[in-house]
């Protein structure tokens, strides 16, 4: 799992730098009462909103009830999917906090049945907190008015390595000191960039490399994105790669990462259609070697990918990193042992590795046994595998 | 030693200790009686007895010398077939020990490899044919190349039946102290479909839980340790949720080890399960072969199955 799940806070307690948010929550919620205020937390990415709302809920010993996108579009479905859970809650009577988590990342057609939710929860039991990058946008004017706001500011450097240092406690793993402060100022305020950055680091065979994949890279990226998915292609989108300072297999998995966040049905069927073309250009520039290619992988992600859409798009969209790759690159640290057991066991029992991998979760059991374990000579870190995922 | 591992313990280690099988077993037998045996092609599916009986042809012929003068290789692990051409010949190049005047190899899931391949075995078989013996095992005899299959005595290994498995089954259960009921041989027999191997893996892996044996767990084994369905992942993509369904996707594949074209074998066949119009279905099952196509030339499988769930999202909106 990423350390920004194992380690994301569970109390006020535990939530690092963000004090006087904390302070106007507790306020927020010991003042709450019906017809009160939605609250809105907001702030650049990686300061900890939605953790706080989880953490708000946990400290009143609420459940966390989120609306997403498509609940949205409307009264009615909003009653829809309200409808049960207000039966229950006189039921039972637990306590619920309403979360609307990244309003602004929520595109414009969805977005439509805000101002109409925030009248209509008003006359609910419960608080409702909604989380927001930038809510300066024009459009949000209306929506800013009905919340009581509470800014989350960016993270200081001091801070963030004092977290990643707790961190590397927990994990028993060392790094050296100036790597530390390295990573803390590189993540600018946006503590999960920083703990994401220390998960690699501490993988890396030469973790200082990672200071070299400077974040800024990623403010070009951000734009390139913004661009494509948002903008009418013209004549520059067919040049925008050529400001981001990244090799177009990367530009891909950026592409790759972001295409469901901003296009829905049949934008992102042509998107995905345009990006599968450029990756079949990409494996034919490999093995023909013939980089004329790179033409129509360059087009097909670019103009390509930015023609999917009808029109134009609005607002705010908080682009993903791409997490594929840190994903497999963890799996496989995962399951390495896996496939050093299946191998000793197919050899012992004369079958192939693959048809060991196949059957692997019945070993799982069958290698409970100590003594078998002995038969199969595994060494001290295979049975821990064996044991840890039990 | 005695194993602990139950498929090697009650590996049979002479002729008549194998159960199903009859005629195969009784040629086998009489070839390996004479001492000298012709290449062997031994075909059928998993578990019925392939390697058992190969290692039993050597011990008889070898004795207690078996292990020199024999060696195992499973064509889909080795690294090409120059691999298997290199360790066969540092094998091949000294004489065997004892009476019998050649060495065999046992070359595993010989299917594997490509016709390209197969036909540089056919040439290693002949340049050591003085000095090697060889037994080749495959699933399908289809999938081996003539000029391989016509040097080679085929023998065919059938599924086994009840009354086979429900020996193995006695047999242990007996020796292991287990206590079972009439209703766990049933359903043991139901969850390994014949394959003698995975039926003692499954007996071993629900004794390790409790020595004492019913149904109800046997079955809880089984759907516990089956892989995971790749029809969730449609079933998101058809209910609209594009996301849910490709990070469900990279899971699976990642945590089950499973390869793009697996994915794609399923997907083709779970397509006519689906709740879309007829035409629908035509429309996607030739995206999905497109899909498999690139993936087959090279593409990267992630990006061409997710373009392939897009096209789910569509037909589950009732668009093609």
Same mark, same amino acid.
């Given at each position: 799992?990423?350390?920004?799940?194992?380690?994301?806070?569970?109390?006020?307690?535990?939530?690092?730098?963000?004090?006087?948010?904390?302070?106007?929550?507790?306020?927020?919620?010991?003042?709450?009462?019906?017809?009160?205020?939605?609250?809105?937390?907001?702030?650049?990415?990686?300061?900890?909103?939605?953790?706080?709302?989880?953490?708000?809920?946990?400290?009143?010993?609420?459940?966390?009830?989120?609306?997403?996108?498509?609940?949205?579009?409307?009264?009615?479905?909003?009653?829809?999917?309200?409808?049960?859970?207000?039966?229950?809650?006189?039921?039972?009577?637990?306590?619920?906090?309403?979360?609307?988590?990244?309003?602004?990342?929520?595109?414009?057609?969805?977005?439509?049945?805000?101002?109409?939710?925030?009248?209509?929860?008003?006359?609910?039991?419960?608080?409702?907190?909604?989380?927001?990058?930038?809510?300066?946008?024009?459009?949000?004017?209306?929506?800013?008015?009905?919340?009581?706001?509470?800014?989350?500011?960016?993270?200081?450097?001091?801070?963030?390595?004092?977290?990643?240092?707790?961190?590397?406690?927990?994990?028993?793993?060392?790094?050296?000191?100036?790597?530390?402060?390295?990573?803390?100022?590189?993540?600018?305020?946006?503590?999960?960039?920083?703990?994401?950055?220390?998960?690699?680091?501490?993988?890396?065979?030469?973790?200082?490399?990672?200071?070299?994949?400077?974040?800024?890279?990623?403010?070009?990226?951000?734009?390139?994105?913004?661009?494509?998915?948002?903008?009418?292609?013209?004549?520059?989108?067919?040049?925008?790669?050529?400001?981001?300072?990244?090799?177009?297999?990367?530009?891909?998995?950026?592409?790759?990462?972001?295409?469901?966040?901003?296009?829905?049905?049949?934008?992102?069927?042509?998107?995905?259609?345009?990006?599968?073309?450029?990756?079949?250009?990409?494996?034919?520039?490999?093995?023909?070697?013939?980089?004329?290619?790179?033409?129509?992988?360059?087009?097909?992600?670019?103009?390509?990918?930015?023609?999917?859409?009808?029109?134009?798009?609005?607002?705010?969209?908080?682009?993903?990193?791409?997490?594929?790759?840190?994903?497999?690159?963890?799996?496989?640290?995962?399951?390495?042992?896996?496939?050093?057991?299946?191998?000793?066991?197919?050899?012992?029992?004369?079958?192939?590795?693959?048809?060991?991998?196949?059957?692997?979760?019945?070993?799982?059991?069958?290698?409970?046994?100590?003594?078998?374990?002995?038969?199969?000579?595994?060494?001290?870190?295979?049975?821990?595998?064996?044991?840890?995922?039990? | 030693?005695?194993?602990?591992?139950?498929?090697?313990?009650?590996?049979?280690?002479?002729?008549?200790?194998?159960?199903?099988?009859?005629?195969?077993?009784?040629?086998?037998?009489?070839?390996?009686?004479?001492?000298?045996?012709?290449?062997?092609?031994?075909?059928?599916?998993?578990?019925?007895?392939?390697?058992?009986?190969?290692?039993?042809?050597?011990?008889?012929?070898?004795?207690?010398?078996?292990?020199?003068?024999?060696?195992?290789?499973?064509?889909?692990?080795?690294?090409?077939?120059?691999?298997?051409?290199?360790?066969?010949?540092?094998?091949?190049?000294?004489?065997?020990?004892?009476?019998?005047?050649?060495?065999?190899?046992?070359?595993?899931?010989?299917?594997?490899?490509?016709?390209?391949?197969?036909?540089?075995?056919?040439?290693?078989?002949?340049?050591?044919?003085?000095?090697?013996?060889?037994?080749?095992?495959?699933?399908?005899?289809?999938?081996?190349?003539?000029? &391989?299959?016509?040097?080679?005595?085929?023998? !065919?290994? /059938? =599924? @086994?039946?009840?009354?086979?498995? #429900?020996?193995?089954?006695?047999?242990?259960?007996?020796?292991?102290?287990?206590?079972?009921?009439?209703?766990?041989?049933?359903?043991?027999?139901?969850?390994?479909?014949?394959?003698?191997?995975?039926?003692?893996?499954?007996?071993?892996?629900?004794?390790?839980?409790?020595?004492?044996?019913?149904?109800?767990?046997?079955?809880?084994?089984?759907?516990?340790?089956?892989?995971?369905?790749?029809?969730?992942?449609?079933?998101?993509? &058809?209910?609209?949720?594009?996301?849910?369904? !490709?990070? /469900? =996707? @990279?899971?699976?594949?990642?945590? #089950?080890?499973?390869?793009?074209?697996?994915?794609?074998?399923?997907?083709?066949?779970?397509?006519?399960?689906?709740?879309?119009?007829?035409?629908?279905?035509?429309?996607?099952?030739?995206?999905?072969?497109?899909?498999?196509?690139?993936?087959?030339?090279?593409?990267?499988?992630?990006?061409?199955?997710?373009?392939?769930?897009?096209?789910?999202?569509?037909?589950?909106?009732?668009?093609?």
């Amino acid at each position: 799992m990423p350390w920004v799940e194992i380690y994301r806070p569970k109390r006020f307690s535990e939530i690092k730098g963000q004090n006087d948010a904390i302070e106007k929550i507790k306020i927020f919620l010991k003042n709450f009462q019906k017809g009160k205020k939605a609250l809105m937390l907001y702030g650049p990415p990686g300061t900890g909103k939605t953790t706080l709302a989880y953490a708000a809920a946990a400290e009143t010993d609420s459940e966390i009830f989120e609306l997403n996108a498509s609940d949205l579009r409307n009264k009615e479905k909003l009653k829809a999917v309200l409808g049960p859970a207000l039966e229950q809650m006189s039921l039972t009577n637990d306590n619920k906090i309403i979360l609307v988590d990244e309003v602004d990342g929520i595109s414009k057609e969805d977005w439509g049945g805000l101002p109409e939710l925030v009248g209509f929860l008003e006359d609910a039991n419960w608080p409702i907190i909604i989380t927001a990058n930038d809510i300066w946008d024009k459009s949000f004017s209306a929506l800013r008015k009905e919340c009581e706001l509470v800014q989350l500011k960016e993270i200081d450097y001091k801070t963030i390595k004092d977290v990643l240092i707790a961190i590397l406690k927990k994990e028993d793993k060392f790094m050296d000191n100036n790597l530390l402060t390295g990573i803390s100022v590189k993540a600018k305020g946006d503590l999960r960039a920083a703990i994401n950055d220390l998960q690699i680091a501490v993988g890396m065979e030469d973790p200082s490399k990672i200071l070299e994949n400077d974040r800024n890279k990623e403010v070009d990226i951000f734009n390139a994105l913004r661009v494509i998915f948002k903008e009418k292609p013209n004549d520059n989108t067919l040049r925008i790669f050529d400001s981001v300072n990244m090799p177009i297999d990367q530009i891909m998995l950026w592409l790759e990462e972001n295409i469901p966040a901003e296009y829905k049905g049949a934008e992102l069927q042509k998107a995905y259609d345009a990006l599968s073309m450029a990756d079949v250009f990409k494996g034919r520039i490999y093995k023909q070697q013939y980089w004329r290619f790179l033409v129509y992988e360059n087009i097909l992600l670019s103009y390509g990918i930015a023609s999917a859409k009808d029109g134009i798009k609005r607002g705010f969209t908080n682009y993903k990193k791409p997490e594929r790759i840190l994903k497999i690159w963890l799996n496989n640290q995962r399951t390495a042992k896996k496939v050093t057991i299946a191998r000793k066991y197919a050899q012992h029992v004369h079958i192939g590795q693959k048809r060991a991998m196949f059957e692997f979760p019945l070993l799982r059991l069958i290698l409970k046994n100590p003594e078998a374990r002995k038969e199969l000579k595994l060494e001290k870190e295979e049975e821990e595998y064996l044991d840890r995922q039990n | 030693m005695v194993s602990e591992i139950w498929t090697e313990k009650y590996r049979p280690t002479r002729f008549t200790e194998m159960v199903g099988q009859d005629n195969t077993l009784k040629r086998v037998e009489s070839l390996t009686k004479t001492n000298n045996i012709p290449h062997l092609l031994f075909a059928g599916p998993a578990g019925t007895g392939k390697s058992t009986l190969a290692l039993i042809v050597v011990k008889e012929l070898f004795r207690e010398d078996w292990r020199e003068n024999y060696l195992e290789l499973n064509a889909s692990d080795e690294r090409g077939i120059n691999v298997v051409r290199d360790k066969v010949k540092n094998f091949a190049r000294t004489k065997s020990l004892g009476s019998v005047p050649f060495k065999v190899i046992f070359l595993d899931e010989a299917d594997a490899l490509t016709p390209e391949a197969q036909q540089a075995l056919r040439r290693t078989m002949e340049n050591y044919s003085s000095t090697c013996r060889f037994i080749l095992s495959c699933n399908y005899s289809s999938k081996i190349i003539d000029p &391989i299959q016509s040097r080679c005595a085929i023998f !065919r290994f /059938k =599924l @086994l039946e009840k009354k086979d498995i #429900e020996k193995v089954i006695q047999k242990i259960a007996e020796r292991e102290k287990l206590s079972i009921t009439p209703e766990v041989v049933e359903m043991l027999y139901e969850g390994c479909e014949g394959d003698c191997r995975r039926c003692i893996n499954l007996l071993q892996a629900t004794a390790a839980i409790s020595p004492s044996i019913n149904a109800d767990l046997v079955s809880t084994i089984i759907s516990n340790t089956k892989p995971k369905d790749i029809k969730i992942v449609l079933d998101y993509a &058809i209910a609209g949720d594009f996301q849910r369904s !490709r990070d /469900k =996707l @990279l899971d699976i594949m990642l945590k #089950e080890s499973i390869s793009g074209q697996d994915v794609i074998k399923s997907i083709q066949k779970e397509i006519w399960n689906l709740p879309v119009e007829p035409e629908i279905k035509v429309k996607l099952t030739e995206k999905t072969g497109e899909a498999e196509f690139r993936i087959v030339e090279g593409s990267d499988p992630f990006i061409q199955l997710q373009a392939l769930l897009a096209s789910f999202v569509l037909a589950g909106l009732g668009k093609g």
